[in-house]
């Protein structure tokens, strides 16, 4: 049987305090989860610090370090055939390319791109390579997704993910965009 309780007995039923209790614990937890979240996504890296070195095998056989471009800018380049975000960085990424690779900078030998891709399928990230017209010389594919050695040294848990750095080979900015990268060698070229 049905009874309709009035708004005082509704109210000894309910134990209004628990129940806010409730819903602030899971608030709490929730935002905590969110921070959690950020703080192991976000880059280990940040700007002032000396970009680590490696050493892997680029996409055409050669054997490659990151330190042989020192005296360059270098775009270092964590990206995967499967992410969206990534591939329309890369129809940025090219014309930035162009345009930049013949330039003479103050202090500097060059840019150059170094694209480290995260990926399962060999044959997937070379489609994405040629389809994207990413044709700067530096890449390298590891297919252990974000347990593959460079990718665990700069803690990549998420892409795209870059980092612009200087011809000394120190980070000068984390996830810069195109058009950020672009004025900023602008800025260094020789007149």
Not at 75 to 97: H, I
Not at 159 to 177: D, F, H, Q, R
Request: with cysteine; hydrophobic share 40%.
């Amino acid at each position: 049987m049905l009874r309709i309780v009035s708004k005082a007995e509704y109210s000894k039923i309910m134990n209004w305090s628990l129940v806010n209790k409730i819903l602030n614990i899971a608030l709490i937890i929730l935002v905590a989860g969110y921070i959690i979240k950020y703080l192991y996504q976000r880059p280990k890296f940040d700007s002032g610090e000396k970009a680590k070195d490696f050493t892997s095998v680029l996409w055409s056989g050669e054997k490659f370090s990151l330190s042989n471009l020192q005296g360059k800018y270098v775009l270092l380049d964590f990206w995967g055939s499967w992410c969206g975000p990534c591939r329309k960085e890369n129809a940025d990424l090219v014309p930035l390319y162009s345009e930049m690779k013949g330039k003479n900078f103050i202090n500097a030998g060059g840019f150059e791109i170094v694209s480290v891709g995260i990926e399962n399928k060999k044959e997937n990230w070379e489609g994405a390579i040629k389809n994207d017209r990413m044709d700067w010389p530096y890449h390298i594919g590891e297919f252990e997704k974000f347990n593959g050695p460079i990718a665990r040294l700069y803690s990549v848990r998420q892409i795209p993910t870059t980092y612009l750095i200087n011809p000394e080979g120190m980070i000068i900015s984390v996830n810069p965009s195109p058009d950020k990268i672009r004025s900023y060698l602008l800025e260094k070229t020789e007149k």
